[in-house]
């Protein structure tokens, strides 16, 4: 029974050493991260800190009116790439707070934004892995076509400059982490399902990660998406229980 920590930075590790091994790749061609859920009360600070960074993700003109039109965020948690492992709370403990923070919206609400982010976000809140062969394609279609109506073209050109920049991800698999147990309600009655905990993001420098197709790689992993699972929740119950102290 080791650190939860410790143990999810360990998983990214296998997770990424069997990505690269199923495509016969070097493994520095391929990265994996973890994002975890956080409240916009949670984060809001976090991200009035950082908005000059993080903007053009966000529908507003400042933090304050983007996060009052979005449910939650995405936010990196730890991430494996080139054969070493960082985790964000050892460094936000050190007073870096330089994240992306990634908007989600989970209804159709009127009183929410019409903007929806690629990737990490639209997992989340279809709780469905999301794939992208082409990566820059779909961001293209996704800033030019689906969200044209939604995203004016300099937020647009902003956002595809930024994915541009980006060389480490030319194709993306994103996969909804759910916890491991269902919560239940103060009157014992159980959820229907167990929440969203966090989304793992597998993506690699070439076209056609995983060798086009996902989804036998992803019955691969899925014990270590269990145990990951259940690691990162015993991390944030504890968390909770020294917060609640």
């Not at 293209?140 to 902003?158: C, P, V």
């Not at 229907?192 to 993001?201: F, G, H, M, R, S």
């Not at 145990?227 to 609640?244: I, P, R």
């Amino acid at each position: 029974e080791e650190d939860a920590l410790i143990v999810v930075t360990n998983i990214l590790q296998l997770i990424r050493k069997l990505a690269s091994e199923y495509e016969s790749l070097q493994s520095d061609t391929i990265s994996v991260n973890l994002m975890i859920v956080m409240r916009v009360d949670e984060s809001k600070t976090y991200i009035e800190k950082n908005w000059s960074n993080i903007s053009i993700f966000f529908d507003g003109a400042n933090a304050d009116s983007a996060c009052s039109q979005i449910d939650a965020v995405l936010v990196p948690f730890a991430v494996s790439h080139k054969d070493s492992t960082r985790n964000f709370i050892e460094e936000e403990s050190r007073g870096d707070k330089s994240k992306l923070y990634l908007p989600v919206v989970e209804d159709n609400s009127d009183e929410k934004t019409k903007q929806r982010v690629i990737g990490a976000p639209e997992a989340f809140s279809t709780n469905h892995y999301q794939y992208y062969p082409d990566f820059l394609h779909s961001v293209n279609d996704w800033l030019f076509k689906e969200q044209k109506r939604h995203i004016n073209k300099s937020q647009a050109d902003s956002l595809y400059e930024y994915y541009f920049n980006d060389s480490s991800a030319r194709s993306l698999l994103s996969i909804p982490i759910n916890a491991p147990y269902a919560r239940s309600y103060s009157n014992g009655n159980e959820l229907t399902a167990p929440p969203t905990l966090a989304v793992l993001n597998i993506y690699a420098r070439h076209n056609c990660l995983l060798r086009g197709n996902p989804t036998i790689y992803i019955s691969l992993i899925e014990p270590l998406l269990d145990t990951l699972s259940y690691a990162l929740d015993m991390y944030l119950f504890g968390v909770g229980a020294e917060e609640a102290d």
